[in-house]
């Protein structure tokens, strides 16, 4: 198949070219030019910044399918499916289950209600704003290609080459093999899935022109933080005292923790979704353990040694909170 990426040489977008490639699908990818932009030397490259409206290079050739990895504002999707409507066949959208409205439900699967922004005009991309605006992004490419899109709501992504360091934090973190500060709720759920396992699936709904809604998610069976921990140190061959310290001792010193979810945000519903249809559609998942190993591999290896994530803490840092709460004068005792 032609295949015509938005994105591309990222971390999620990476992995599908790589699945493309892999299948002797013909690729061309359409970005700014900015992240890696050497890698992929048999793909066709064509420049342009979507959140400018740069879309010239978009004008003329004919795809069998379009796979849109880097649209977060509706406009974005408008504008390309517009341009691209009589030009390509199935336009597949990859989009999040941040779109779900009830994120404290025990299960959410691919017919639940969606967000809908108090300002559907905003081009704000926040936490608060993020998943209404895929939610659009969604809605456009329905009036566009009614008959012919594809989406998939992708949970939390993890592998070789992500650019969030979420989990990777975690793995690094275990395979140091000390007292490991984490976070209030051992019963917490997550849910991650290998960019590569996503990426397989894409491609394999695209190369058979599926169309609907998929929720790409993983692992098969329901993880919670205790267990995405232990899948950590198996993977490392370590074994750890982990301290799950109470939300208080953690707000006090405000920290927050890689994939870490509040009680007080009532949103555990974004890491139970349901991956029933996906699985009837051929998403196949590799175990978690599995994950980490590759995980643990890529990051011994890579050159990029400052984690790039959000939360955590600094080993220094982690040392001296952990005395702090052990410690015999600690008001929070030994859990």
Not at 131 to 150: I, Y
Not at 170 to 196: K, N
Request: contains cysteine; proline residues 6%.
């Amino acid at each position: 198949m032609r295949l015509l990426v938005l994105g591309g040489t990222s971390f999620v977008g990476r992995h599908i070219v790589a699945s493309a490639l892999a299948s002797e699908h013909r690729v061309t990818v359409f970005n700014r030019g900015l992240t890696n932009p050497n890698l992929f030397q048999s793909v066709q490259r064509l420049r342009g910044d979507r959140s400018n409206s740069e879309l010239r290079e978009l004008e003329h050739g004919e795809w069998d399918a379009v796979i849109d990895v880097s649209a977060l504002l509706p406009r974005m999707v408008r504008e390309a499916a517009g341009l691209l409507a009589d030009r390509v066949g199935l336009y597949a959208f990859i989009s999040t289950p941040s779109t779900y409205r009830d994120l404290d439900s025990d299960r959410i699967d691919e017919d639940a209600p969606v967000v809908v922004l108090d300002d559907p005009a905003s081009e704000v991309v926040n936490s608060t704003t993020y998943g209404g605006l895929k939610a659009l992004c969604e809605s456009e490419l329905r009036q566009a290609f009614p008959d012919t899109h594809l989406i998939v709501r992708a949970c939390t992504m993890a592998g070789p080459h992500d650019n969030t360091d979420r989990f990777t934090y975690w793995v690094r973190r275990l395979a140091r093999g000390t007292p490991v500060l984490a976070p209030s709720r051992p019963d917490q759920p997550v849910q991650l899935i290998h960019a590569r396992d996503h990426a397989n699936f894409v491609v394999e709904l695209v190369a058979s022109s599926t169309t609907g809604v998929f929720n790409a998610a993983g692992p098969d069976q329901p993880v919670t933080f205790a267990d995405m921990l232990q899948a950590c140190a198996d993977a490392a061959g370590t074994s750890s005292r982990v301290v799950w310290a109470p939300q208080a001792f953690l707000d006090e010193h405000r920290l927050r923790l890689p994939l870490e979810i509040l009680p007080s945000e009532r949103h555990d519903g974004l890491y139970r979704v349901a991956n029933d249809r996906a699985r009837a559609a051929g998403l196949v998942n590799r175990p978690l353990v599995g994950t980490a190993s590759e995980v643990l591999q890529w990051d011994q290896c890579r050159e990029q040694k400052r984690l790039r994530v959000t939360r955590g803490v600094s080993p220094k840092r982690e040392a001296s909170l952990l005395e702090i709460l052990e410690g015999p004068l600690s008001s929070f005792g030994r859990r």
